[in-house]
Structure formats: structure tokens, C-alpha cells
């Protein structure tokens, strides 16, 4: 089991965390469950049994480099939205073959990193497919020639019914290509030799509960694909994106990978190979953020427990209004309230939950905010100096420091020394 309540403190796995918090200096830290990890990469793996598949794990949701290399390890190739994904993938030790690149403004730099290292990248412009055949032909005057695999990421027009913040197949978002603008694309391709195209890309959108929009994406995108067949084009892959989400009501409803797995299988041609890019649902429910309360303070009739973490530690609450799940990591027997639990940031934005009805806690009582592992370290921020928190990593018994906290000399050195630049 990976986060749970025993005796009433929180665990992960063997650890209590109230001990972990003690022993460490630092404050709000990241926590994540190893076990947890693995079981949620057996989910897709036994959802993918059977199909010719690949887990491409989208690194945007949690770069961690140690998180990074027991994803490799359990067989995850890696999905990258820029340049420094690209390198940290490298870093982490997957193989280029095993990497895709996508992004809809990847620049012509992180272009040619790509190519270089025979990434496949993702075509969403017409400006990107010819920087990316730029960046093969500059490959090929330097004596590197070898076709750049490339996919044409599609912009479905499918509703996920999700934050708007989140959904990025919608016909007004500013990703993919739409249907009727392909024959350019297919034409344009077909007088470049060095990129190859080998399948179709779409994504939906994030945090999605109903599967019946993946079901709708693989009819739409296996017709496409047969039609491009049609023209010449060897199309090996459908990637359909990543975007399952994860239950953070906690109503025990949330679809799985199964339940994904399921809703397009027979829907598929047996000769394309199925990449999903999942994020949140491998890392979301793996991760959680610690805090200590500062203090409790009455407004009224409004109660707040205030943290010391914020909206810089974990931004989801603000920025889409996210719902994370929060309780105290030891017992707590105040008098029952409904507080909203808030951080120190000078914003009103800054919240971390509203509306709980928690146990009043003393100063220092260890609080922690659930299904943190996505979207949380990898969208911190160090606004009002509050620095990056530190991430630690449970596998069993053990616990490791797998980041350590920015420091104020990290923000301060950056700054010195001062340099001229103008007039030289
Ligand atoms: N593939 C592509 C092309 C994507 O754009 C994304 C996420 C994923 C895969 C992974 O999606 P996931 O399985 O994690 O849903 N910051 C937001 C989420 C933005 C996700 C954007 N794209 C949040 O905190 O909810």
C-alpha cells in the first residue's frame, strides 16, 4: 500500500510520515511512493496486454530524474515538450528511439537537438514541418542523413468536457492540425525525403473521466489513417495522447486503464502500433505535498488554516480551481470546522483547498495535500521567495532525498554578477 492511515498517522508504505517530517529540515516537501509508481505503470501495462502498444510517459507531468529513470526502467519510453526534456530524458537514460517530441512552438534550437539524436517528432504547423525539414536537410550537409520520423499531431475537434485550461483538441485550440488543412501537409511531406511520416498524433485534453472521447478519437483517427495509407504513406503508429484522469474526489469512479484500454480495443487496425502518453495517471496519485501549519486564524465567520504551503508549492487550486484531496499526516482532535486551508503567498488566489470541514490543528501539525504527484513540482514557482520545495522518494522502508530545496543563495547567485551587455 502506498499512502495510508495507520493508528492515525499517515504512511507511505513502511514510513510514517510524521517521522519523516521530523527528521528533515525542510518544509513543504514533495513525497512520493515508489510502489505506487510501479503499480500504476502495471495498470496501463496490463491494459496494453496483448496490442502491439507503448507507454510514452509525458514528462512535463513530473521530471524528476529519479522518477525519471524507474519509469525507464519499468519499460516507459518518454513523450518531451522541449529541448530540456529532451536532455533530461537523455540524462535519465532512455533511448532516443523510445522519445517523441511534440510541442506546437518548439524552437528551431530544440528542433535540431531532436533530429540529431533521432528523436520522432510531432508536426503541428506548417512553420514546424519546415523547421524540422530545415533541421534534416543542415543534418544532411553535415553527413548525418537519416530520415527524421516525424507524426502529424491531428487537432480532433473532440470535446473532452474537462477545465478549459486543459482540453487541447478542441477546434479553437492552438494545437494540431485540423482535418481539411492534411493534403498540404501530405503533399509538402511527399517532396521531402528525408521525413518520413509514420502515424498520427492527437490529444484531448487532461484530466478526463469519460472514455467514450477516446473511443470517438480512434474512429476518427484509424479513418484518417487509412485514408493517408491510401495516398502511399506507411503509417506504423497511432499515438492518442495522454489525459486519463485521476479520481481526486475520491468518488471511486474514476475510469482506468483498462477502462481506456477497453473502450478502443477492436476500434483499432492490427497493423498500428497504439502509443499513449499518459502523465497524470502515472505519477498523480504517486505523490503528495507535505506541509506544517503555521497558524489558524477566524475572519468572521470564515476560518483559515494557513500553511506553509502555497501556491507556489502547488499551483492546480488557483489556476484551474482543482479539487486536492487534504487531511493532517498525525491525529488532530481540535474542534470540528470548515476552514479554508490557504499559504502565505500575498495573493488571494493562493489556496490549497476551500471549504474543508477538518479538526482545528495546533501550529506545526503536519497537513497533507493528496494526488500531488502531477502538475505539482514540475509548475512550482519561487513567487514571494517561497523557494522550491525539496523531494523525497519512499521505496519499502527507505526513504531517499531525491531533490534537495532551493536555497536562497540559488536565486540570489543568479543574479550576480551584474554584466553590461549594451554598449559593448
Ligand atoms: N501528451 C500531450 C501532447 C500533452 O499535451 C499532455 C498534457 C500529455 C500527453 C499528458 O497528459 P496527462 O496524461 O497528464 O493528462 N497542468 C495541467 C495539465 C496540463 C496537461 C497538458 N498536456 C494540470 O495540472 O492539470
Known sequence: MSFHIRDRYLYCEGINVKDLQNAVQDSPFYLYSAAQLRANVAAYAEALAGLPARISYAVKANGNLTLLRILRNLGCGATLVSGNELRLALLAGFDPADMMFNGNGKRRDEVALAVQH?????????????????????????????????????????????????????????????AEQLPWFLDRLKGEPLLRLVGLHCHLGSTIKDVQVFYDATILMGDLTSSIRQQGFELRYLNLGGGL????????????????????????????????????????????????????????????????????????PSLYGAYHHIGFIEPVDGELQVFDIVGPVCESAD??????????????????????????????????????????????????????????????????????????
Open 118 to 178: 533521432g528523436v520522432t517528432v510531432n508536426i503541428d504547423s506548417e512553420f514546424d514541418l519546415e523547421h524540422i525539414a530545415a533541421a534534416s536537410h543542415a543534418a544532411a550537409a553535415r553527413g548525418a542523413a537519416r530520415p527524421v520520423d516525424v507524426l502529424l499531431r491531428v487537432n480532433p475537434d473532440i470535446r473532452p468536457d474537462v477545465h478549459p485550461y486543459v482540453a487541447t483538441g478542441m477546434r479553437d485550440s492552438k494545437f494540431g492540425i485540423r
Open 245 to 316: 484522469g485521476i479520481d481526486y474526489e475520491r468518488t471511486g469512479e474514476m475510469p482506468t486503464p483498462q477502462a481506456l484500454l477497453d473502450a478502443l480495443r477492436g476500434q483499432l487496425p492490427d497493423d498500428l502500433t497504439l502509443i499513449v502518453e499518459p502523465g497524470r495517471s502515472i505519477v498523480g496519485n504517486a505523490g503528495v505535498l507535505i506541509c506544517r501549519v503555521i497558524g489558524v486564524k477566524r475572519n468572521g465567520d470564515k476560518h483559515f488554516i494557513v500553511t506553509d504551503g502555497s501556491m507556489a508549492a502547488l499551483i492546480r
Open 351 to 424: 489556496f490549497l483547498g476551500k471549504a474543508r470541514m477538518l479538526p482545528t490543528p495546533h501550529e506545526d501539525t503536519g497537513l497533507v495535500v493528496y494526488d500531488a504527484g502531477a502538475y505539482g513540482y514540475a509548475m512550482s514557482s519561487s513567487y514571494n521567495l517561497q523557494l522550491r520545495p525539496a523531494e523525497y522518494l519512499v521505496d519499502g522502508d527507505r526513504v531517499m532525498q531525491i531533490r534537495r530545496a532551493e536555497t536562497f543563495e540559488d536565486v540570489a547567485l543568479a543574479q550576480s554578477p551584474l554584466s553590461v551587455i549594451m554598449p559593448q
